[in-house]
Every structure is written in structure tokens, then in C-alpha cells.
């Protein structure tokens, strides 16, 4: 089965894409499709000013290096940037909605955040979209296992190339921003871990697996 066309990648903050999807993200750009990218926050607040920076210019790199790679060009739509975790995504959730909105004739695909996810900017983020998008476009949801406390449900797998599961990895572990709390899954090994047992299931050398919120087909 063939990806759809046009596929957006929503997070609330700059290194999430990669974190949920940065496999499909690859295979999609591997397969020259029209790619486009939006999040909401370089985690400024529960980082510096500096590092907050840092961040988004880890994710500009990251998006760039991609493009070099595959020659695919990905639209980045992100201009709004929130603080993290500080209620901001719920207090501006109308600015979140409306840069949805804008974009739901302009993408078949979207995918972004588990609705069980325990972390309030995504849940936002992926309450947002549901609402801009559940008429418009299929939406999926990404896996992030370290926000699921077991409510998540693989519906949707997409098989990877090695390529796209080592672009996967290195994208993660490019956010040195974010190397603080010994957090394991910026971890390359973790996420080849994981594909590796996501495809597993499929009986594919490597996998991304996401929920199924909605699926429109025209």
C-alpha cells in the first residue's frame, strides 16, 4: 500500500516529529512525496532561553540534513512558539486550532500525537487537530512510550528501510538541547529497538506503528 501524497507531521514541540514519526517522516521523504512539518514550541520555559534556540535550530538542521539526504524538500509551517508546559497550548489552543485549519485542504495525511499521552502540550496539540481535521484528512497518531501508560493502540503500521530507521536514530540524537534527566529515549538504540520489534509484528525488518483517530479516503 502506497503512502498518501501529502503528509504532515504535527508537534507540539521541536523534537517530537522525529520522536513519533521520524521514520515515516524518512520514508517519506525517501518516496518524494510533499512533506510539510509544524510544531509549536522549542521548549522554551523548561529551557533557557538559549537552549530553547538551541532546539529549534536542532530541528531546522535535522530537516535540512533530510532534504540533503533524500533531495525531498520539507515545508516548515511552524511560527508560532509556545512556552512547554506552562499552560500556554491551553490558553492559546484558538491559535492552535487556526493554524490547523489553515492547512487541513493542503495534506491527506497527518500525523501527530497520541490522544493518551500524558504529557498536557500534546494532548492539546492532538485535541486540536482532532478537531480541525477529523472531517478533512486520515490522522494518526505517533507512538512515544514514554508518555503511554498502556492506552496505546497500534492500528497502523508502516514498514521502514534501514535508511529510514538510521535517520530515525541520528535525528534523535542530534537534540544535544535536550540531554538532561537521563532521558533514555533520545537514545539511537531505542528507537532501533523499538522498530525493530514493531516490525517484528508485520514481519518486516523495521517498523513505526501508530493509532488510527481517523481515516478518510476520497
Known amino acids: 500500500m502506497k503512502l498518501p501524497k501529502r503528509v504532515l507531521f504535527v508537534g507540539a514541540h521541536c523534537d517530537d516529529v522525529e520522536l513519533l514519526a521520524g521514520g515515516l517522516l524518512a520514508r517519506a521523504c ?3 512525496l510533499d512533506v510539510g512539518v509544524l510544531v509549536y514550541s522549542d521548549h522554551r520555559g523548561v529551557l533557557s ?3 530553547a534556540e538551541q532546539a529549534r535550530e536542532e530541528f531546522r538542521a535535522n530537516l ?3 532534504t540533503g539526504e533524500t533531495g525531498t524538500p520539507i515545508t516548515d509551517h511552524s511560527t508560532l512558539m509556545l512556552g512547554a508546559c506552562d499552560g500556554s497550548f491551553l490558553a492559546r489552543r484558538a491559535e492552535i486550532y487556526a493554524t490547523l485549519e489553515g492547512l487541513r485542504g493542503a495534506y491527506d495525511l497527518v500525523v ?3 490522544r493518551g499521552d500524558t504529557n498536557q502540550d500534546h494532548r492539546q496539540v492532538v485535541e486540536e487537530a482532532t478537531r480541525a481535521l477529523k472531517g478533512h ?3 494518526v497518531s505517533g507512538e512515544f512510550p514514554n508518555n503511554d501508560m ?3 493502540d497500534a492500528g497502523f503500521y508502516v514498514a521502514l528501510s ?8 541520528r535525528m534523535i540524537e ?3 538541547s535536550q540531554r538532561r534527566d537521563g532521558r533514555p529515549y533520545l537514545d539511537g538504540t531505542v528507537a532501533r529497538a523499538l522498530a525493530r520489534v514493531r516490525g517484528s509484528q508485520i514481519r518486516a525488518e523495521a517498523a513505526e506503528a501508530f493509532e488510527v483517530v481517523r481515516v478518510t479516503l476520497r
Open 150 to 152: 498502556g492506552s496505546f
Open 49 to 51: 532561553d538559549r537552549l
Open 162 to 169: 534501514s535508511f529510514a530507521v538510521e535517520a530515525k536514530a
Open 30 to 32: 525517501e518516496e518524494a
Open 137 to 139: 484528512t486520515t490522522l
Open 64 to 66: 535540512a540534513w533530510l
Open 174 to 176: 542530534a537534540y544535544a
Open 112 to 114: 501527530t500525537h497520541a
